[in-house]
């Protein structure tokens, strides 16, 4: 063949070629082009070598730190060497407007008023597995004397103190202690939900619309008590009312809190309670122009439209309880208080305290009763024990506790069996009379 032919076979050749090659279908992108203002990426050079496609991220290098497996998400706070060291662990934020903000004012209390004690707190924390985890990191740091203050810590609780006897464990509500070093502690806030229901019911008959509403977290004894104690007090200033119920199965969400108060107020409730942690039902009654019942906290009554808030002052015996582990004479068991040691309140109504508007508005009988009640309680000549006296009836109407005799702690804490030596008569597990709800399963 001619060199000529060669070269024009040779140039088809090569054609053909780059036809296929501009045929062949693109390969995916391996990640995001970059956003418009940024530089487009320069040519590769000698020097830099084109990258090669991306691929999928890979496990970091073998030497790479590692967060520590006790730690998980939460930061454990260190000790203070040389101090009695204070920890508490809350199932939400420390400013919350309710239930953990009065745990963690208690705690500061503690910090200012109790002599070389340091005190930490970690907050968030889930109920379960991940709460097991933080109180065995807090006794791996070495702090003294741990605080759990939800319901759910319990069993968690129970178990870290099983593996370091040394540390000392008070959980607060619940109804479990080893009387060594795993405790429990609460107060008798029937107290003041009962005088809060006195009001309420007072202010729903007075508005003309005797209709209640109790916004309840979880079927345990705990919020049955309360409820009933609420709708004890509210029959007492208006036999004609009624109480529904709405259960939210969470301590803290207010988007759910919020719902749910507005539920109860859209099905015709003049008058809400919580029993969670945060002062949604009085934010929502105040857009309803009816009336909300905040609870846990002081500062929690601060909506044009509460009524009133029975809430704890955790400091003073808090740090109570902190001088006596320290010095060895606080005795590890069931510490359930009452509303003479000052520890609980009820907003407007406590030495220093002006009543909302909503409960000045109430009828000057009303008013007088209230007062003189709690001054009784103050002075420890009226107790919890006095709130569930019969004659009480359930609401089917069957006689729960006889005239002339009172429930006990046991029937107030628990079901049956309860712990040895401490089973129920009376057990918490039936609404009071005037209350509309279903019992919970």
């Known amino acids: 063949m001619k060199p000529k032919s060669l070269w024009q076979v040779f140039a088809l050749i090569i054609v053909a070629v780059m036809l296929l090659a501009a045929c062949k279908p693109a390969a995916p992108a391996t990640e995001a082009p970059p956003p418009a203002e940024q530089k487009p990426p320069e040519a590769p050079t000698a020097e830099a070598p084109a990258a090669p496609p991306a691929e999928a991220p890979t496990a970091p290098p073998a030497e790479a730190p590692a967060a520590p497996a006790e730690e998980g998400a939460f930061q454990i706070p260190d000790i203070e060497e040389g101090k ?73 609780m129970e178990i870290v103190a099983g593996e370091f006897p040394d540390v000392v464990y008070i959980h607060i509500s619940g109804y479990k202690s080893n009387t060594t070093n795993f405790g429990n502690l609460f107060g008798a806030m029937e107290d003041m939900k009962y005088l809060a229901g006195m009001l309420a019911g007072a202010r729903a008959k007075m508005d003309g619309n005797p209709k209640l509403g109790y916004m309840a977290t979880f079927p345990i004894p705990e919020e049955l008590r309360l409820g009933n104690a609420i709708a004890l007090g509210m029959r007492k200033t208006c036999p004609e009312c009624t109480m529904d119920v709405r259960w939210i199965n969470t301590w803290h969400d207010p988007v759910i809190e919020k719902e749910a108060a507005a539920s109860l107020f859209d099905a015709g409730a003049q008058v809400v309670f919580t029993g969670a942690d945060t002062p949604a039902v009085a934010d929502v009654a105040t857009e309803k122009g009816k009336w909300g019942v905040t609870y846990d906290w002081v500062g929690s009554c601060k909506a044009e439209r509460c009524l009133t808030a029975p809430y704890w002052n955790w400091g003073p015996y808090y ?25 609980l309140g009820l907003y407007g109504f406590m030495e220093g305290q002006t009543p909302t508007k909503g409960a000045a508005e109430l009828p000057a009988e009303v008013l007088t009763e209230v007062k003189d009640l709690l001054a009784k309680m103050l002075k420890g000549e009226f107790n919890r024990f006095d709130v569930f006296a019969g004659e009480i009836k359930d609401n089917a109407g069957k006689v729960i506790v006889p005239a002339g005799e009172k429930m006990q702690q046991s029937d107030l804490d628990q079901f049956p069996p309860g712990a040895p030596g401490l089973e129920c008569k009376y057990c918490m597990k039936w609404w009071a009379e005037g209350i509309t709800a279903e019992l919970p399963q």
Do not use: C
């Not at 003294?144 to 319901?151: Q, V, Y």
């Not at 740090?319 to 520890?343: C, L, P, Q, S």
């Open 84 to 156: 009695f060291n204070v920890a508490m662990v809350l199932i939400g934020p420390h400013d919350d407007g309710g239930w953990s903000q009065a745990h963690y004012e208690g705690l500061e209390y503690v910090g200012k008023n109790v002599e070389n004690v340091h005190v930490a707190y970690i907050e968030n924390v889930p109920e379960g597995a991940d709460s097991e985890q933080v109180f065995r990191a807090l006794s791996r740091k070495g702090f003294n004397l741990i605080f759990g203050t939800s319901f759910g810590f319990m069993d968690p």
């Open 319 to 343: 740090a109570k309880i902190t001088e006596g582990v320290r010095d060895g004479t606080y005795k590890v068991g069931w510490d359930y208080f009452d509303a003479d040691t000052g520890a």
